[in-house]
Structure formats: structure tokens, C-alpha cells
């Protein structure tokens, strides 16, 4: 349905011109260039396609979270695990299907809707800018981070709503006040400053994450220090978790 | 090889305050039906969880067919039916066996063909479309059992299986476990209903507070009691009361039978002959047996 709505909704037709291309979305000419000081129709796309990617961001991040949530709850209530564990798979293979299945699960909400756009919207322009697919892959990034914290919450509460809601928490609004105390230095000189830079570089950072997809689909460099601190924590919340799946008596 | 074998298997919690199992040792043979009987919290539960990895040994060995309890495969020819199941609501029947047989390393042409057979052994195919959360408790034990029969497994784990089943659907159980036990399979039965594994199981090993405290054959804890049940016709009660006082046996009067201890046959057939002499009519003789509950009833108090 959004893939079709968004065949009608975008409206944008692109027409060359003698010096430049035209660029109208909705009826209304945002751009003539060599007429004005316009943008190119480069940058035009790449602001229709960041706030595409940006939006697939925080909607598809919404929607698998409260999709997975119950992926790791559901397998560790009593009468369900007794009943998979009892088959002949080893601890690490039932943990992986099921991480990986919500994993595949996220990947193809993304990269169908993704994909879906890039093609029209490169058809439209008639430039493929393959910088806006790959975005796909940083949003699966963060995915994967929020997903290994939620799965290590699951583990340790074996309840999928408060281990959701938490999440939401921690990425939605703790984050961001985290990241905004940090950068104000707002407690430059408190005993918790060490501790707030210690956190705002652990968890995921959403205000600079949705900057760094604008900026990669817009193909501007962008720092990997937004990522290198949330997927190691993702990545010790994974071990951690399949460490406790391992070890756990049923 | 035995079909399960355990050495001194243990497990404790709370760093040895809560001991759940202690040296838990037992060899059991293949076709076998066995009962592991006690009361609640004696670790029973605990013991098949054990051998199908959902915990962890404290301590000890478990070996399926030979296979280490500690590798998967030890649990390929495994059925297991467990005590609190929790099916998925959303699927039926068909959908759920099909799901868990492909776990279970079924192929999906196989599975096409045995679930059909399975849910009409277990009286369920004419439900096999509707969703398991309209399922009543009987209708998912049943379905249960058949989850545990879809890899045609060679050992058959039961925790409680007729829990929550009417006497009709008792009985289809019995008679399903022992049509497999004809094919050969072992299946092991952790249950309450004592006159169920009464009937139906060779050998019983009884747990109490962690620990096994007597194991044999089904005949063995069925020992006679030393008493006979002499019932004769109407009218004659005195009569039978007068023999038995004159052999100074000692019994319990009832309406028109009697209790009496009769320690060996050389004097039941005395007291027939002098019954016969004085031509009463006797309607039965039954030799009186401990049954299974007694002995549970007297070994754990």
C-alpha cells in the first residue's frame, strides 16, 4: 500500500532543459535551474531521498521493535521453551534462528520499502543514487543495536513489554537527553561527567544517527563515531545474552 | 546399550541448599514402559529435563541410546510430551505439528502424510483446522501426545500425559502407549495417577526429596497381602464366620464375605473343604493384593 501510494503521492516530474532541468513536485517549480540560483535536481533528490530514508528510519524502527518484541519472551516462557529446547538443536542454533529471523524479519521491511522508492524516484530523476539504498544498512545497524539491547533486557526480565517499553525509553528519550547533556557540557565539571560521556558513547545516538543517513544519502562524509560505541554495546548485550540462553536452566 | 542410562545424576540450586536430584543412577532397557513415580517436588520433573538438556546437570552423566544427554543428537529419537505445555494459540493443529515435526528434522513429504495418521490416533482429526487456543485441556494433552510421536522417536518422555484427560480419553491414551510399546519403543512416564501406571508400566522407580528409593518391576511393589476374600450366598455369613473362628484364623466380618488372614494354600483348602462339607455356597475367592497406592502411600509417609 505505501508503495503504491507513493507512486501518486510524490507527483514530481523532472523535464530538461536547454540549461538545466526543471523540477516540479506537486505542480508547484522548486527549481529552474540556469533561470535561478536553484538546486540541482542532484540535490533536490537528495533531500526527498534523506527524508525518505529518515522516515523509513524512525517508522521501521517503531514497527520492529514492537514486531520483535516478543521474539525472546515468547521462547523463554515456561511450557513454550521446554517444548523447543527438547529438540535436537544446540542452544546456539535456536538462539541464532530466532535472532537472525527477527534480524531477516526487519532487513526486508526495510529494504522493500527502500528499494521500492529508489526505483521511482530514480526513474523520475533519472539519476541512482545508490548512497540512498545503501542507507538501508545503517538502519539495519542501529536496528541491530536497539535489538541486541531489547534481546539482553528480554533475557535477563522474560517480559516483552517492559523490556519494549524500556527500549523506547533508553533510545527515544533517554538517549537524547544523554547526548544533549554531554554536548552542552552541561556537567563539565560534576563526578557524573565521565560517567554521561561514558554513556552517550554506549548508547545509540539517534539525534546523530538521523544526521548521518542525511548526510551519507546526501553522499557527505560522515563520522563513524556515531556508530563504533552502540555496536560495540550491541554487540556485548548479544554475547551477554547468548551467554544467559546458554547457561539458563529451563 | 541402554535406552537411557544416568550415573549419579545431580542437580542442585542455590549452591546446594535446594537439592533437587542426588545421584540419581538408573539403566533403563529398550521396549520397556517405565514409571517414575513421587510426590510433588520430588524430582521427577527434574530428571527428564535433565536428559533432554532443558537444565543443566549439577553433576553426573546422562546418555540416551549411548549418545551423551550433553549433544543434540542425543535427542533425535526423543518424543517428549512435558507437564505445563504451551501450545502456540494462533496455529491448528496440523500447522503446529507440521512446525515441530520440521524441528524435529521431519521431512515435509513425511510430515504430510504422518500428521493426518497422528491426529486420528490421538481423535483429533476432525479438529485438525481449528486454532489451538480454542483447544480445552484435554484436547491439547491429546494433541501434545501427538507432538511427541511426530519423529517416530524410539524413546517417548511423558510428564503427566493423561493431566486434564476424561476416563474415555485416558483409556485412547493407554491404549496408543501401548500399541507403541508393542512397536518396541521405550517410553518413560512421570505421573500421579497411580492406577494408570499400575496398568500400564514393567518397571517403577519411586523418588522422595531428590533421591530414588526403590525401583523394580510393576509385580514387585504388588505383593500379596496374605488375604483372602472369601464371599458366600446370602444367609451363610455365620456359617463362614463359625469355620473360620473354629480354624482360629483371624478376620474382618463384612455383609456376606470375609477378610481373613490365610497365611498359606495348605489352609485356604482346608477352609474350602469344611465350607463345602457343610454345603455353603461360595460365590468368589480373591486373593488380596497390596495395590499400587498402598505401597506409594506407605513408603513416602
Known sequence: MFCISLIFVLNIKVAGIDSGVIVNIFGNVVNESGKTNGMSAEKILGYIQSGIAIAIFFVSLFISLFTVSGVFPDLLKKGSIDLIISKPHSRYSIFAQRYSGALITTAFVIFYILIFSWVVLSMKFDIWNLRFLYSGVIVLFFFYNIFSIMTLLSMLLKNGVISLLLTYFMVFILSPIIAAIDRFAALEDSFYSPLVSFLNFCLPKISETVVGISDFVMDKDISLYIFSGPILTGTIALIVSVYIFKRSDF | MYAIESRALTKHYSGGSIKALTGFDLELEKGMIFSLL????????????????????????????????????????????????????????????????????????????????????????????????????????????????????????????????????????????????????????????????????????????????????????????????????????????????????????????????????????????????????????????????????????
Not at chain 2, 549411548?66 to 529419537?77: C, Q, V
Not at chain 2, 528409593?213 to 509385580?219: A, H, L, Q, R
Not at chain 2, 470375609?258 to 475367592?285: F, P, Y
Request: proline fraction near 3%; charge should be positive.
Open chain 2, 38 to 301: 513421587g510426590p510433588n517436588g520430588a524430582g521427577k520433573t527434574t530428571f527428564i529435563k535433565l536428559l533432554l538438556s532443558i537444565i543443566k546437570p549439577t553433576s553426573g552423566q546422562g546418555y540416551i541410546l549411548g549418545n551423551d544427554i550433553k549433544d543434540p543428537s542425543a535427542r533425535e529419537r526423543t518424543g517428549y510430551l512435558s507437564e505445563n505445555h504451551r501450545l502456540p494459540g494462533y496455529l491448528n493443529a496440523e500447522q503446529f505439528l507440521y512446525y515441530y515435526g520440521r524441528m524435529s528434522g521431519v521431512p515435509g513429504y513425511d510430515l504430510r502424510k504422518k500428521i493426518p495418521e497422528l491426529l486420528k490416533k490421538v481423535k483429533l482429526d476432525d479438529k485438525k483446522k481449528l486454532k489451538l487456543k480454542k483447544y480445552s485441556k484435554g484436547m491439547l494433552q491429546r494433541l501434545g501426545t501427538a507432538h511427541a510421536l511426530i519423529n517416530d522417536p524410539e524413546i517417548i518422555f511423558l510428564d503427566e500425559p493423561t493431566d486434564g484427560i476424561d476416563p474415555i480419553g485416558r483409556i485412547e491414551i493407554r491404549e496408543v502407549l501401548l500399541e507403541l510399546k508393542d512397536q518396541g519403543k521405550t517410553i518413560f512416564i512421570n505421573s500421579h495417577l497411580l492406577s494408570e501406571v499400575e496398568r500400564l508400566s514393567d518397571q517403577i522407580a519411586i523418588l522422595k526429596d531428590g533421591k530414588m528409593i526403590k525401583k523394580g518391576k510393576t509385580s514387585d511393589f504388588l505383593q500379596s497381602t496374605g488375604k483372602y476374600r472369601l464371599t458366600v450366598a446370602s444367609g451363610a455369613e455365620r456359617k463362614l464366620f463359625s469355620i473360620l473362628n473354629e480354624k482360629k484364623i483371624v478376620f474382618s466380618e463384612k455383609n456376606n464375605f470375609a477378610e481373613a488372614d490365610i497365611s498359606n494354600s495348605m489352609l485356604l483348602n482346608e477352609v474350602i473343604d469344611l465350607i463345602r462339607h457343610k454345603n455353603i455356597e461360595i460365590l468368589g475367592i480373591e486373593e488380596l493384593r497390596s495395590t499400587l497406592e498402598d505401597f506409594f502411600i506407605k513408603i513416602i509417609r
